[in-house]
């Protein structure tokens, strides 16, 4: 937040909220991440080996009548005990910087 603070740059400004908001949303996303989400009877149904997917990223809205574009951030998959298999790199290229951190 003190770099925002610090610029008087308005496309700085805008950018560093984007990812700073981007990482709250990311932080509370997996704060409420749930291993088991798919083994309750509550669901009718049980899969003890399902997989939770997550991609998230900052949207882009455009000027005009072109499309917004997507910024993926992170793309991964976590198992019932948590492990994690990053799939951003082989999806999407390897990031030319990194923000999710």
Request: glycine share 8%; no cysteine.
């Amino acid at each position: 937040m003190n770099k925002i603070q610090a610029s008087n740059d308005f496309n700085t400004i805008m950018s560093e909220l984007t990812y700073e908001t981007y990482g709250v949303v990311k932080s509370y996303m997996d704060s409420i991440h749930n291993n088991k989400w798919m083994q309750g009877e509550k669901h009718g149904h049980l899969y003890p080996d399902s997989s939770n997917a997550a991609l998230g990223g900052i949207m882009i809205n455009m000027d005009g009548d072109g499309p917004d574009l997507f910024l993926p951030l992170h793309f991964y998959v976590i198992d019932k005990s948590g492990a994690v298999v990053d799939l951003m790199p082989e999806t999407f290229g390897q990031p030319v910087q990194d923000y999710s951190k």
